[in-house]
């Protein structure tokens, strides 16, 4: 199983550079932070519903009150389905975006862009809304999937921009974990990795 640390600085390989183009792409700006637990990828493989990977196909976003919340609604096609009992597309939903003159950004809220291919830890709807997915950790359940233009590798990382990272030691006491170097991993082992974890919880994989 292979993994690779960005380490600011140093040099790295092409596939490095790719990603950390993609980072200053995706990443948020003057925008606060939001704190999540941090989880791992043997926590959210054991706890999310659905583990996909494949591309987005849509977004729609809407407000349906003058005073309400606005939420993106985003198409999601599954090429692979890595945990769960996986339908051949997904509706994702979560808080967010644009309606006319109002924008609301939500830090460490996924945002998804047509046509980006993602692996997603996905639960049902928090609020309820049937048929509806939101992703699991928020945006530590968004993986970035790149390809390596010289060898065709696929690659997963997480953006992490815009969140700051809890951790609860043996006696419950929450602090800010330290910040890690950005991880990259191939594709394949990354879901390698998954289904490792969902067999050691009884869960099984997916197709």
Known sequence: MKHRDIQPGLPGTRAAALVCAAFVLLATRDAGSTTLLKLSVEQMSEEAALIVHGHVAWNYTTRNEAEGPIY???GFEVETCVAGECPDAVTLKH????VGDLTLY???MPRFADGQEALLFLRPDPEGEEGRWA???MVQGFFHVV????S?????FQDL?????AEKDPADVISIAPKSPAVIEELDDLVARIRIARDAAGEGGGK
């Open 72 to 74: 993106t609604y985003t």
């Open 95 to 98: 808080r967010g975006g644009t």
């Open 106 to 108: 939500i830090p460490g």
């Open 135 to 137: 992703v699991f950790g």
């Open 147 to 150: 390809t390596e233009p010289a």
């Open 152 to 156: 065709g590798e696929k690659l997963a």
């Open 161 to 165: 921009s815009g969140i700051a990272l």
